[in-house]
């Protein structure tokens, strides 16, 4: 079963608007959030990554929220550029001490618009 | 510095042929993951290593698919016999395992096509 549920499917963002991605998760043991990004043809890569020990993590024009309360977070793109046009995906993990197994969610197919 | 190193980049093969996949891992790391990817199941996890020594393997579909890990360098994931449902991009990823040291290296996967 889908461990992570991200929505929306897909998202069309005009350049220089908010891309904003939401995840949400059930079990309460994951201790590890990241995004990754990915480009056609070529393998996910992190994007940027929280722990559940803080609410927000900014890196550039890309921000995590989290709430932990409502086991959801979101990844937000602030001054959406055509770049950004890729795949984004949620995960989520549980530091089991023997490597981080990624549970993935469906991923958010996102076009910025010139 | 090399990433993650998959071969074949392409596969094509028709049904009941065994496939095998190959990944190289980044040198130093010690954790390797081999997902899988398709549109109506999205990135799923099959199996991973830690040290060479398999952790958990219940994202396996079924007998069909086995993985192993000889060495730090070097991993395997075979399909024997293979079905058209096995087409999918399947990635290789690693890491290595240890407090905030969680990023995951993807290698540019392996597009197989079963006739």
């Known amino acids: 079963q889908q461990q992570v549920k991200q929505s929306p499917q897909s998202l069309i963002v005009q350049k220089g608007g908010i891309s904003i991605i939401n995840c949400a998760y059930e079990?309460?043991?994951?201790?590890?959030f990241p995004w990754y990004q990915q480009f056609p043809g070529k393998g996910p890569a992190l994007l940027i990554a929280i722990r559940p020990d803080v609410s927000e993590k900014k890196e550039g024009r890309f921000t995590i929220s989290f709430n932990k309360s409502a086991k959801q977070f979101s990844l937000h793109i602030m001054d959406s550029q055509p770049g950004d046009s890729a795949t984004y995906f949620c995960?989520?993990?549980?530091?089991?001490?023997?490597?981080?197994?990624?549970?993935f969610g469906k991923g958010t197919s996102l076009l910025v618009t010139p | 510095d090399a990433g993650v190193i998959q071969s074949p980049r392409h596969e094509v093969t028709e049904m009941g042929q065994e496939v095998t996949l190959r990944c190289k891992p980044i040198s130093g790391h010690n954790s390797l993951f081999w997902y899988r990817q398709t549109m109506m199941r999205g990135l799923e996890l099959l199996i991973y290593?830690?040290?060479?020594?398999?952790?958990?393997d219940s994202g396996m579909p079924e007998d069909r698919f086995s993985a192993k890990m000889p060495n730090a360098s070097f991993s395997t994931l075979k399909i024997q016999p293979s079905e058209p449902r096995d087409s999918a991009v399947y990635f290789c990823?690693?890491?290595?395992?240890?407090?905030?040291?969680?990023?995951?290296?993807f290698g540019p996967g392996t597009r197989l096509t079963v006739l």
């Open positions: 079990n309460t043991a994951f201790d590890y």
């Open positions: 290593f830690n040290n060479n020594v398999p952790i958990d």
């Open positions: 990823a690693s890491s290595s395992a240890g407090p905030y040291t969680d990023t995951q290296y």
């Open positions: 995960a989520a993990s549980i530091d089991n001490h023997s490597g981080y197994a990624l549970n």
